[in-house]
């Protein structure tokens, strides 16, 4: 099990995110480079609260999921939204009272059809093939727009 696990507590109200987590865990180990970087700084300004967890490319396990988890697997065969999608996605999940949204990216080889039948969603970025580290920040980013647009902050390509 790795190394980088951090949990940050944003500014945004209990009430508004009703305490939902959201938990990146992803395999590999993204140790001090420019990815993390970025993961930290859209992670930082997300505003709720939120936990990275690597685990090793392969053995690990997935830490346990408790009551109100929404298990995401970002995978080749998933759907393809766009920011405002998405982020209505995440917000009928807190509205439906998720209190955590757990994001997986796997290993270069993936996931088996068993853990995709596991999850609540499968999510791509589309197309093209991207490394994991780099995944791993638009996820990030991601989330930070996810939670602008869902605090109402105008968002410029809607429309």
């Known amino acids: 099990m790795g190394g980088r696990v951090g949990v940050r507590a944003g500014a945004v109200s209990a009430q508004?995110?009703?305490?939902?987590?959201l938990h990146?865990?992803?395999?590999?180990r993204i140790g001090r480079s420019p990815e993390a970087e970025l993961?930290?700084?859209y992670l930082a300004r997300v505003g709720w609260p939120t936990k990275v967890t690597e685990l090793p490319d392969r053995g690990g396990k997935v830490p346990p999921a408790g009551p109100?988890?929404?298990t995401v697997i970002l995978d080749e065969k998933g759907k393809s939204l766009g920011s405002v999608a998405f982020a209505e996605q995440v917000?009928?999940?807190r509205d439906n009272g998720a209190r955590e949204i757990r994001f997986l990216i796997g290993s270069a080889d993936g996931f088996d059809d068993a853990a995709r039948g596991e999850?609540?969603?499968l999510l791509n970025f589309g197309a093209l093939t991207w490394p994991h580290m780099l995944a791993r920040a638009m996820l990030a980013e991601q989330l930070w727009r996810a939670a602008?647009?869902?605090a109402g902050?105008?968002?410029h390509r809607e429309g």
């Not at 990146?24 to 590999?28: E, K, Q, S, T």
């Open 39 to 41: 993961v930290d700084r």
């Open 68 to 70: 109100g988890t929404i």
């Open 24 to 28: 990146i865990v992803a395999r590999g």
């Open 153 to 155: 902050h105008p968002y």
């Open 148 to 150: 602008s647009i869902l």
């Open 91 to 93: 917000g009928r999940w």
């Open 16 to 21: 508004l995110t009703k305490n939902m987590l």
């Open 119 to 121: 999850a609540d969603f």
